[in-house]
């Protein structure tokens, strides 16, 4: 009990980060379909349907294939806690705080690897409390994104441990809660393994390069379901239109000649 002591303390403070979930109704933000999502989710799981790729009710009642592409992780959470008996309400809420604890939980384990126990509490409530973890959640209501955020040090936990269980959870979580962040954050996670490897190599280990390969490969596997469809039907979708014209993210990003005196 005393060697996790420090998650205890983050466990705790990590209170006043959801205590807005303990308040009744609920509170506007940018992305508010969470709660019919959550709905929607428990409802296809109960006619036995799995994965869910499409719902019934959405897209004016004609149907929505939204988990075909958008990640489902935290929705397949969501309404778990229905099928425990909650409202679809209280199991958004749940599910949302759920992925606040765990950013700051994951976030612990992996600092005090490096910084010990005080380092690793630090770490864990920074990362929780981070301003931009309170816009993701409250402002912007986008829970696909900061479930991400728990998955991300858990990634980087399992590969530095150089254990497949963890690892392979954690890069799972990753693409299963956010595709996009993943995309993003695998380059790192590769950098890692190529400094593992790396060590390893001077050390005459090499089974490192095995175990994170296993991790990656097993992490892609066990996330097949979701990224598989999402890539073949990506085709039948206006996708691709959304990185041209003035979505191109190019047209929304200083050149640097614009920083000089002269730029016309």
């Given at each position: 009990?005393?060697?996790?002591?420090?998650?205890?303390?983050?466990?705790?403070?990590?209170?006043?980060?959801?205590?807005?979930?303990?308040?009744?109704?609920?509170?506007?933000?940018?992305?508010?379909?969470?709660?019919?999502?959550?709905?929607?989710?428990?409802?296809?799981?109960?006619?036995?349907?799995?994965?869910?790729?499409?719902?019934?009710?959405?897209?004016?009642?004609?149907?929505?294939?939204?988990?075909?592409?958008?990640?489902?992780?935290?929705?397949?959470?969501?309404?778990?806690?229905?099928?425990?008996?909650?409202?679809?309400?209280?199991?958004?809420?749940?599910?949302?705080?759920?992925?606040?604890?765990?950013?700051?939980?994951?976030?612990?384990?992996?600092?005090?690897?490096?910084?010990?126990?005080?380092?690793?509490?630090?770490?864990?409530?920074?990362?929780?409390?981070?301003?931009?973890?309170?816009?993701?959640?409250?402002?912007?209501?986008?829970?696909?994104?900061f479930w991400a955020y728990a998955f991300i040090p858990l990634a980087f936990l399992g590969i530095y441990k150089r254990n497949i269980?963890?690892?392979?959870?954690?890069?799972?979580?990753?693409?299963?809660?956010?595709?996009?962040?993943?995309?993003?954050?695998?380059?790192?996670?590769?950098?890692?393994?190529?400094?593992?490897?790396?060590?390893?190599?001077?050390?005459?280990?090499?089974?490192?390069?095995?175990?994170?390969?296993?991790?990656?490969?097993?992490?892609?596997?066990?996330?097949?379901?979701?990224?598989?469809?999402?890539?073949?039907?990506?085709?039948?979708?206006?996708?691709?239109?959304?990185?041209?014209?003035?979505?191109?993210?190019?047209?929304?990003?200083?050149?640097?000649?614009?920083?000089?005196?002269?730029?016309?």
């Amino acid at each position: 009990m005393k060697k996790y002591y420090g998650l205890f303390v983050v466990l705790i403070l990590s209170f006043w980060a959801i205590q807005p979930f303990f308040i009744s109704g609920f509170f506007p933000m940018h992305d508010d379909a969470q709660v019919a999502r959550v709905f929607e989710m428990k409802k296809v799981l109960q006619n036995g349907v799995f994965p869910v790729r499409s719902v019934p009710d959405l897209g004016y009642g004609y149907g929505y294939p939204i988990f075909n592409f958008y990640a489902p992780l935290s929705y397949y959470v969501g309404s778990a806690f229905m099928f425990l008996g909650f409202d679809a309400l209280i199991g958004t809420k749940l599910m949302m705080a759920l992925g606040v604890i765990l950013a700051g939980i994951f976030m612990y384990f992996l600092a005090r690897k490096f910084f010990g126990e005080l380092g690793g509490i630090v770490s864990g409530l920074f990362y929780l409390y981070a301003p931009f973890h309170a816009v993701d959640i409250y402002v912007r209501g986008d829970v696909a994104e900061f479930w991400a955020y728990a998955f991300i040090p858990l990634a980087f936990l399992g590969i530095y441990k150089r254990n497949i269980l963890i690892g392979t959870i954690g890069f799972a979580g990753l693409i299963l809660s956010h595709n996009l962040t993943a995309m993003m954050i695998t380059p790192f996670l590769l950098i890692v393994i190529l400094l593992n490897c790396y060590s390893a190599f001077k050390n005459k280990k090499s089974f490192v390069l095995n175990s994170s390969s296993l991790i990656l490969i097993l992490g892609l596997a066990l996330s097949a379901f979701y990224w598989v469809p999402a890539l073949l039907e990506m085709k039948n979708t206006n996708v691709l239109s959304q990185i041209g014209g003035g979505a191109d993210f190019r047209d929304h990003l200083s050149k640097s000649a614009s920083f000089t005196f002269w730029y016309p």
